[in-house]
DNA sequence: CGCTTAGTTGATGTCACTCAACCCTAGTGG
DNA sequence: CCACTAGGGTTGAGTGACATCAACTAAGCG
């Protein structure tokens, strides 16, 4: 989803050059919140981070998880008035760019407007498909599917080696992304490991049979439509996995 | 989310001028098929469709429904492929634009581009919503926050009079729109009934209690974005609601 | 008038929730 | 070096919401 993927030169440093305010910012801190107007939009360099929002009866549902390359609140440039909060899930590396800055890239360069439109829409596809696991596969078949797209975002952007990446989750807040309860994740991560298809220590998450966890969880990659990324693992630092 | 609320009468016209091959398209009927890639870009005009997607077990998730003035596939223009199913609900009337008219548009109407992008991003954050409420709402929570929805979107474009507007659903398509069973949404609607916050016969749904069925259903229509559209009503076909 | 489709109802089963206890690890301070 | 604490993670028992199955009714339609 890294937006730089498909562009020329040119516009990536045009990218590049936008991000003022690099900062560190600590696990859970909240960066945009529900209902604020902020004037910059945020994107992530390094560590996780994730939306939600918040019910009245303290309940929390996750909507997406926010990795390295992906922007955070590109639709406030548009729609102006946040209706979910953003907030770290892991220490991570934050660049913002002015709001304004967003319109003048928006209207110079028509491949760039066209690949932030892009990113919002494979961020759509993916809720989509989140929508649809919450909505009819069991908590065993979400889970998998679920790990399968991170596995497949990951890779795809350089950030997983040997089927192996960080994972800095607890397990209640994947409880919070699957729409389902801690204890409930907990006996289904239990199931994964049990049937050798997982290892998940502390920040590490090891995939041991990759095919088999796809094939059980009915993971079509299509909707994350990577194949226009034809040189993977392009970044916002410019950097090239390989 | 009628896309022509906020535009000059300019823009509004050149947006009608896309619309070419306009079609009246019975209920049920598929508009555009997962792994497509179309050459028009459809807007409903007249009735209702609806985004979903298959799984391998036969199961079926709904994940939008489409109201007049919506567009259906607006992603293709950019992503190329679908991704998942359109279909009508109810006979509807439908209009095509050219995908390389969207081009056009895109480059020579700032104002028309926004406006697009502002309609997908809408789209965006009520799959949101629905996300939240297939996440964490019982089914009756569920069930009244989407109807307080219907009822403000269908409101806000001039489709309801009275707290009162055509509801072409299957209880069947409800459920799979909900993630729960015919049988369940059976239930629960009956619920609604027997509450007298609502009254649903063949076509046509009656809200008895709108502040009621809000206050219940934890409805805050923020998420919508409505307060962009200071004319209320505006249609692609150029009628006013007034 | 039979056929079909959608809606309704009851009985039974099950997946996942809740509550509660316990464990394990890391960090802290004495 | 050890006692204490706190936050995950783990486990079991009991419960509840919703699914499944199956039968029946009502409404359109040739």
């Known amino acids: 989803m890294s937006v730089a993927a498909d562009l020329s030169e040119a516009d990536r440093a045009a990218l590049r050059l936008a991000v003022t305010r690099v900062r560190d910012v600590p696990a859970h801190e909240i960066l ?22 918040l019910l009245s009866d303290g309940g929390k549902q996750i909507m997406a998880w926010l990795v390295p390359g992906d922007f955070c609140d ?20 934050i660049g913002a760019i002015d709001r304004a800055q967003i319109d003048v890239l928006f209207n110079t360069s028509p491949a760039l407007s066209h690949a932030l439109w892009w990113a919002s829409l494979v961020q759509e596809a993916i809720l989509r498909e989140w929508l ?30 040997d089927d192996r990446f960080t994972f800095p989750l607890s397990q209640s807040e ?7 309860s801690p204890v409930h994740v907990n006996r289904t991560v239990q199931l994964l490991r049990h049937e050798g298809l997982i290892e998940w220590t502390r920040n590490e998450l090891v995939f041991k049979d990759v095919a088999r966890l796809c094939s059980l969880a009915c993971f079509d990659p299509n909707y994350l439509h990577l194949e226009r990324r034809r040189r993977r693992g392009a970044h916002l630092d410019g950097r090239d996995a390989s």
């Open 32 to 53: 945009i919140d529900d209902g604020d107007r902020p004037e910059v939009v945020h994107v992530v360099l390094e560590g996780f981070a994730c939306r939600y929002k």
């Open 132 to 161: 649809v696991g919450i909505g009819r596969r069991d908590a065993a078949g979400r889970m998998m599917h679920l790990l399968c797209e991170l596995h497949a975002r990951l890779t795809a952007a350089g950030l997983a080696q």
């Open 174 to 180: 994947l409880a919070d992304t699957l729409g389902i």
């Open 74 to 93: 590109l639709q406030v440039a548009v729609l102006g008035r946040m209706d979910h909060t953003i907030a770290t899930v892991s220490a991570s590396r």
